[in-house]
């Protein structure tokens, strides 16, 4: 018994409030954070439904790839820079680059009859599942 310390809960909590206070304004989660988006995805006995929130993106720019059960998704987000003469940027959040989230679903999908559509920022994605394949008895002679 002659190693118990007496807890604090303040030690920990003053260092975390500054630690990098200097660095980097609190909350600042940087380009890992913006190049993320937004997937939910659904399932009935037919078909698979995803709905992923890519907002200021052509839909040109979006690419979607099936293998097999595999679906990835790619976009490319543009941010022009739209400075005029004698004004200067203050601040810029907004992020451009690549994009890029795949998944991985229960059944294989039919590429044939998959189907997409991006309107107002979110691609919806339908994707009928393929038949499973029975497995084939055979008989002994």
């Not at 890992?32 to 052509?58: C, H, K, M, W």
């Not at 810029?92 to 680059?97: A, I």
């Not at 229960?106 to 994707?127: F, I, S």
Request: hydrophobic fraction near 40%; charge should be negative; glycine fraction near 8%.
């Amino acid at each position: 018994m002659t190693n118990i310390a007496r807890f604090n809960p303040f030690d920990d909590t003053i260092e975390d409030l500054f630690r990098g206070f200097f660095v980097r304004p609190v909350g600042y989660e940087g380009p890992a954070g913006a190049a993320q988006f937004r997937v939910d995805v659904s399932e009935n006995d037919s078909a698979y439904t995803l709905r992923a929130e890519i907002p200021g993106v052509n839909k040109e720019d979006i690419s979607v790839t099936i293998d097999g059960d595999t679906v990835a998704i790619s976009a490319e987000v543009k941010n022009e820079k739209d400075v005029k003469n004698g004004e200067r940027v203050l601040r810029s959040e907004r992020y451009f680059g690549k994009v890029y989230r795949a998944f991985t679903l229960g059944q294989a999908v039919d590429e044939a009859g998959a189907n997409a559509k991006y309107a107002n920022g979110v691609l919806e994605l339908t994707l009928p599942k393929k038949a499973a394949v029975q497995a084939k008895r055979i008989t002994i002679q």
